[in-house]
């Protein structure tokens, strides 16, 4: 049974940092692509950064500087680092497991993520 299971999240003040964790289970973690993407209320969900199965990273325009993912196959756990936190990060944050190759798309349950001003 796969499964992804986010933690970390939770209230913080601006300029603030968390480190969102996400456990994975159930399939071959070292062959997915990881991601967080997350949602805001009345928005889209929006891809916040990806590791690739080899270690490369991307991130969204707004992020970049301030977030950091990682990821560690030992532990089958992919992990946000995010500081300097602002009041526009406030969203839930989800966790997803992607494998192109055979089409395998796993997501986790989400994690709130809310920073006051």
């Known amino acids: 049974q796969v499964q992804l299971v986010e933690s970390g999240g939770g209230l913080v003040q601006a300029g603030g940092s968390l480190r969102l964790s996400c456990a994975a289970s159930?399939?071959?973690?070292?062959?997915?692509?990881m991601s967080w993407y997350r949602q805001a209320p009345g928005k889209e969900r929006e891809l916040v950064a990806i590791i690739s199965a080899y270690g490369s990273s991307t991130y969204e325009g707004s992020v970049k500087g301030r977030f950091t993912i990682s990821r560690d196959d030992a532990k089958n756990t992919v992990y946000l680092e995010m500081n300097s936190l602002k009041p526009e990060d406030t969203a839930v944050y989800y966790c997803?497991?992607?494998?192109?190759?055979?089409?395998?798309?796993?997501w986790g349950q989400g994690t709130q993520v809310t920073v006051s001003s």
């Open positions: 159930g399939f071959t973690f070292s062959r997915f692509a």
């Open positions: 997803n497991a992607l494998r192109t190759f055979t089409r395998e798309n796993y």
